[in-house]
């Protein structure tokens, strides 16, 4: 799925990496413990999470997330969006839950890790 789609489908504001619209991923995530997101191969991965700091960045460039996406509107902040700039990762923000977003994403062919 191209992050162009997950942005219309959650309603969601890209505040890093706008340029990357047409990047895939092909399945995801979504996870509020950071030491989950580490057991993953996560390539192409999409993380999905209400954990909005500094560290979810570090573990994502860890676990070489690119694009993480934030539910329940939670507002990255510019230390967050500066590290995820340096790593090329795409930031975006929903007003959703996230059972609401995974529903919609999983409803639209976004496959589960498993």
Known sequence: ???QQVKEL???NIVCGATQL????????ASDLMSDVLTLDCSEVMLI???CNLQT???AEMAEVSCILFVRGKKVTPEMIELATENQ???LETPYSMYRAVG???N???RPVY
């Open 10 to 12: 959650t309603e969601a």
């Open 22 to 29: 047409d990047k895939e991923v092909s399945s995801a995530f």
């Open 57 to 59: 960045i570090r573990t």
């Open 89 to 91: 990762m795409i930031l």
């Open 1 to 3: 799925m191209k992050i």
């Open 49 to 51: 999470t209400g954990l």
């Open 104 to 106: 919609l994403l999983y």
């Open 108 to 110: 639209n062919n976004l």
